[in-house]
T-cell receptor, first 116, second 117 residues
């Protein structure tokens, strides 16, 4: 009965590879997010989707492409992985009203990506 | 553009003593403020939020925060710290994006709380 789940938990890969991270929430929320947390624990929003529509795209390189097949799922595909992509990626969800963002977010356990 | 500042990288407090984790903010409109906690190797967990109303907000695990509009602060407090409170604490603020097209939540850099037995 996990609220926000992510797979895989750990991902170790070589530079130049393409990888995907999956996220699912069973809270019935309308909005989902991807965050990147670097080695200094700084948390930065990457993308946000509301009802499968892209709301936020925070100047993330084109190599990162989110996909939301339905409002319970938000996947992140990364092409041509670089060393600087190594980080922990968190998925989150909230019950927000499209452009409004006043409800708390529920975070997944994170995916630790290591690019060698 | 919004910003949120957590001036202390780390706060150390003895078990049983009161704790305060500081946060100040800068937003263009009405502030919506949040506190989250992150335990090692875990995702963030919501503690409490201020949207409107009472300046003193009570949250999970005995935490509370005081909204102070004149000082633009939203400090997190707990009357008696537990060793299990040791974690990374994030203050966050909601505001409009620089382009004004959407709202987003910006997180502070985090404050590590160490409760000493």
């Amino acid at each position: 009965d996990t609220a926000v789940s992510q797979t895989p938990k750990y991902l170790v890969t070589q530079m130049g590879n393409d990888k995907s991270i999956k996220c699912e929430q069973n809270l019935g929320h309308d909005t989902m997010y991807w965050y990147k947390q670097d080695s200094k624990k700084f948390l930065k929003i990457m993308f946000s989707y509301n009802n499968k529509e892209l709301i936020i795209n925070e100047t993330v390189p084109n190599r990162f492409s989110p996909k939301s097949p339905d409002k319970a799922h938000l996947n992140l595909h990364i092409n041509s992985l670089e060393l600087g992509d190594s980080a922990v990626y968190f998925c989150a969800s909230s019950q927000d009203q499209g452009w409004e963002a006043y409800n708390e977010q529920f975070f997944g356990p994170g995916t630790r990506l290591t690019v060698l | 553009a919004q910003s949120v500042a957590q001036p202390e990288d780390q706060v150390n407090v003895a078990e049983g003593n009161p704790l305060t984790v500081k946060c100040t903010y800068s937003v263009s409109g009405n502030p919506y403020l949040f506190w989250y906690v992150q335990y090692p190797n875990r995702g963030l967990q919501f503690l409490l939020k201020y949207i409107t109303g009472d300046n003193l907000v009570k949250g999970s695990y005995g935490f509370e925060a005081e909204f102070n509009k004149s000082q633009t602060s939203f400090h997190l407090k707990k009357p008696s710290a537990l060793v299990s409170d040791s974690a990374l604490y994030f203050c966050a603020v909601r505001d409009w994006s620089d382009s004004g097209g959407y709202q987003k939540v910006t997180f502070g850099i985090g404050t590590k709380l160490q409760v000493i037995p």
